[in-house]
């Protein structure tokens, strides 16, 4: 029985005693402040990329959304890839990387769907624009649409209608004010709407025609007229998931965000129009 006793009380012994131990250096650890147990880390969330290729008038409204969405989502990177609506069709259709298309028309996003290489259900219209003639800042002599016949006028700069859309709307309103053949020997096409506002800022072109977006960032130039929306197809900028992406989930959520209160705000500020 003695020895049987012996050999269960041992244990009994050497159990508390290490109960005692550990007790003890846990108040040692606090003691010192270092916690008895480190958590395990917490792992951050990976970065996400996406491309954005954008109409070239939405570069300042764009650039100045950015910082905005990645301050509520810092892992996710915003890149943007501008250019004319159709040249950025082209690039797409051909396999080059892009989350999220935004045209300055709704051709190019009609012909992507067209092809199936948008997701279905991310088209949406965040914004609307103006076609306007403008002029260099001390040019006195164009009034209207009329005067670019003048024989003074010997360069007009255009869109290169086939790929851009400004240059597209720009052509409906000459021609359906009769003036688009008179005209055309003088006209000089850009390969997107910025090329066109830096032709009459620098004075190689007598006058051009841009968005109401592009004359408010330049000081350079100054608007003329503003054309009448019924000479024109309606200007808006369709945005789409491209359905290649690897991100059409971060790519939804950014979407989402250009059409919220606050991105809003901002292509109010820089003269668009809210859809």
């Keep these: 029985m003695s020895k049987n006793f012996s050999q269960f009380s041992f244990p009994i012994k050497r159990r508390k005693l290490v109960v005692l131990i550990t007790t003890a250096l846990a108040a040692l650890l606090l003691t010192i402040g270092l916690p008895a147990f480190t958590p395990a880390p917490v792992v951050a969330q990976s970065n996400i990329n996406l491309l954005v290729s954008a109409a070239a008038s939405l570069r300042e409204a764009l650039e100045e959304i950015k910082p905005m969405y990645q301050q509520s989502k810092p892992n996710v990177n915003i890149n943007y890839n501008f250019g004319s609506s159709g040249a950025l069709q082209q690039q797409i259709e051909q396999g080059a990387s892009a989350d999220i298309f935004i045209s300055a028309a709704k051709k190019q996003v009609d012909a992507l769907e067209k092809k199936g290489l948008l997701v279905a259900g991310t088209r949406n219209i965040i ?149």
Excluded: C, M
């Excluded at 290649?244 to 971060?250: M, P, R, W």
């Design 127 to 275: 914004a609307k624009n103006k076609l306007v003639l403008v002029v260099p800042k001390n040019a006195v002599s164009i009034t209207s649409f009329y005067n670019l016949k003048d024989a003074k006028v010997k360069k007009i700069a255009i869109g290169e209608p086939r790929t851009v859309p400004a240059g597209q709307y720009g052509q409906q309103v000459l021609e359906k004010l009769k003036i688009w053949s008179e005209i055309k020997s003088k006209l000089v096409f850009a390969n997107n709407v910025r090329q066109v506002l830096a032709s009459v800022e620098t004075g190689n072109a007598d006058a051009g025609l841009v968005y109401i977006t592009d004359a408010k960032i330049s000081d350079k130039v100054k608007v003329v007229v503003t054309a009448d929306e019924k000479y024109h197809s309606p200007i808006i900028y369709p945005l789409a998931v491209i359905k290649s992406s690897k991100n059409v989930d971060a790519a939804k959520e950014f979407s989402q965000f250009l059409s919220s209160d606050q991105a809003k705000a901002v292509f109010n500020k820089y003269g668009f129009i809210l859809p």
